[in-house]
């Protein structure tokens, strides 16, 4: 497996170039089989894949605890990152949450749940409005000093945010989707900060969230019980607008016989050797499938072609219903 480098210096973070995005296997994508999870994380080890991706709020709780196993039997091997700040509170309702003190105890209970002594890389999932970042920064470098947590990171952080956090604790990286069909970072100052400050990128939804795989051809063609089925640009309307990315990732994956998914994130890994995707599998085809964009060597034709079919801020529809892109910094 081929490695990447997070971050620079003294908060340099060493990971498989591809990690694996957990938050399918319990959330937002509708019901999964835990065996087949077990044998696509067993699959993604003998693969060389370390670097696993969670959360508190995957679930809530539940994604935690179902890799816990698996991370307890492979703890030394593996680099975790996982994720605070989207509270769920017992009267039902969820917010946004950087207080000091919440910082701490989601931080406790997320190594409870996993079962382990220091999260590799803790990231501060949405930016808390109410909270002054340098206060959610400075409890999240007392965490570092006291071993609790290795490295820090950041996830649809704006340009802003990302220079206040730093300036109290280096940044290793920054989580954000980027995609083919999510192009935003090139343009809006985020993908250009983290390059300055030597933050390593770590694109979420990497596939657009299953549309570059070229499975959901219509919004029919997604479970009722699958998130997605309601989110804006999966509705027929946009899905049909976006079709022409489609067509040339898919285009292009036949004349090098590969998959769409695989183009999809061959162009991405063709970004800089500080982008590490961290494409969701829940399916060991799927994975296998992913980890085989690694031998794929796009040229400066197949970059061209693959920009003018997706350009920025070409996508119809925006990336999530309206209360979720409130919470998103751009």
């Not at 995005?21 to 894949?49: N, W």
């Not at 508190?56 to 709780?61: E, I, L, N």
């Amino acid at each position: 497996m081929q490695k990447r480098t997070l971050g620079s210096e003294s908060n340099a973070l060493e990971v498989s170039a591809l990690g694996l995005g957990c938050m399918g296997m319990t959330f937002a994508y509708g019901s999964s089989d835990p065996k087949q999870i077990q044998h696509t994380l067993a699959r993604s080890f003998e693969l060389g894949v370390n670097f696993l991706d969670t959360s508190d709020s995957y679930g809530p709780y539940s994604n935690e605890l179902l890799l816990a196993p698996f991370v307890n039997q492979h703890r030394d091997d593996l680099i975790i990152a996982s994720k605070f700040g989207q509270e769920f509170r017992p009267d039902g309702s969820r917010g946004i949450n950087g207080r000091p003190e919440y910082v701490r105890s989601a931080c406790d209970e997320s190594l409870n749940r996993l079962g382990v002594d220091h999260i590799d890389l803790y990231y501060q999932h949405r930016i808390d409005p109410n909270t002054p970042i340098e206060e959610t920064w400075g409890a999240l470098s007392e965490l570092v000093g006291e071993g609790k947590v290795r490295y820090l990171g950041l996830s649809e952080a704006s340009s802003d945010s990302i220079r206040n956090a730093h300036a109290v604790h280096p940044v290793t990286a920054l989580q954000t989707e980027w995609s083919l069909w999510s192009r935003d970072v090139e343009v809006n100052g985020i993908l250009e900060t983290t390059r300055e400050l030597g933050i390593g990128f770590v694109p979420y939804s990497p596939l657009g969230r299953g549309f570059l795989t070229g499975k959901f051809p219509t919004n029919e063609s997604i479970p009722a019980d699958d998130g997605r089925k309601s989110w804006p640009r999966f509705q027929d309307e946009a899905l049909t607008a976006n079709a022409q990315i489609l067509e040339s990732v898919t285009s292009l994956a036949r004349k090098m016989n590969s998959s769409p998914a695989q183009i999809a994130l061959a162009w991405l890994l063709a970004q800089g050797e500080d982008v590490v995707p961290i494409p969701g599998s829940r399916k060991v085809a799927n994975l296998e499938d992913n980890i085989g964009s690694l031998d794929v060597q796009l040229s400066d034709v197949d970059m061209r072609e693959l920009d003018v079919a997706a350009p920025i801020g070409g996508t119809i529809g925006q990336r999530y219903p309206d209360l979720q892109m409130k919470s998103i910094q751009q």
